[in-house]
């Protein structure tokens, strides 16, 4: 499996938070593209675009490779940089002083979720993609570490996701860095997991979203 990249630095924390630079990042993978053509595959103007294109170039996650002159403008081109593309880890020290900012970082998440949850519930109108799965199992500490191994493959369609043998899977969860303790891996407890998936568009359609 690729090593996780640490995040250490809070102008990275709230770039990679936001859902927006992340659809940005997406779109930017395959060609370089203009803020207008960016603006034009998100559903944007352009003029709320520009902020955060300079923001992910700041943090090197969009890399400027190409200016074109047409007419009297001069048209710029990003391209996703591959180097930083990867799953990324917040470091222990790094939550601890910087809490609040995480918080209100993973708020700005959730939050169109629930408000399309509660357009949906209010309007009677449920065109709208937008799901709350939310499962109570009992299992031991390991049993919901690898739970977690395996949503995050299933949704992100990484390496673990091409493992078919569970033991494997489990292996992967031994080798990791866990923060329990043996005891813990091993005693049955009750827990809740909760799964809340919405697509962008339908949240900024409704101007749902909030800039960080």
Do not use: C, W
Not at 113 to 130: D, M, P, V, Y
């Amino acid at each position: 499996m690729k090593e996780q990249k640490k995040i250490t630095d809070i102008e990275m924390l709230e770039t990679l938070l936001d859902p927006r630079r992340k659809r940005i990042i997406e779109l930017a993978k395959t060609k370089p593209l203009t803020v207008k053509q960016l603006a034009s595959g998100l559903g944007e103007k352009p003029s709320r675009l520009y902020y955060h294109v300079k923001k992910l170039e700041e943090n090197n996650l969009l890399i400027l490779v190409e200016t074109k002159q047409q007419g009297n403008l001069i048209e710029k081109y990003y391209q996703t940089n591959k180097e930083k593309l990867g799953e990324y880890k917040i470091d222990d020290t790094f939550i601890k002083e910087h809490s609040s900012s995480l918080l209100k970082g993973v708020h700005q998440v959730i939050s169109p979720g629930l408000k399309l949850l509660e357009h949906a519930a209010k309007e009677g109108n449920h065109e709208k993609q937008i799901e709350l799965t939310i499962t109570y199992s009992n299992m031991s500490g390991q049993e919901f570490e690898l739970s977690h191994k395996r949503m995050k493959s299933v949704i992100s369609e990484q390496e673990l996701n091409k493992l078919e043998n569970i033991e494997k899977l489990k292996e992967l969860v031994n080798d990791h860095d866990s923060k329990m303790s043996k005891e813990d891996l091993e005693k049955q407890s009750d827990y809740v997991h909760v799964l809340l998936s919405y697509r962008i568009k339908d949240a900024q359609d409704l101007d749902l979203m909030d800039d960080y």
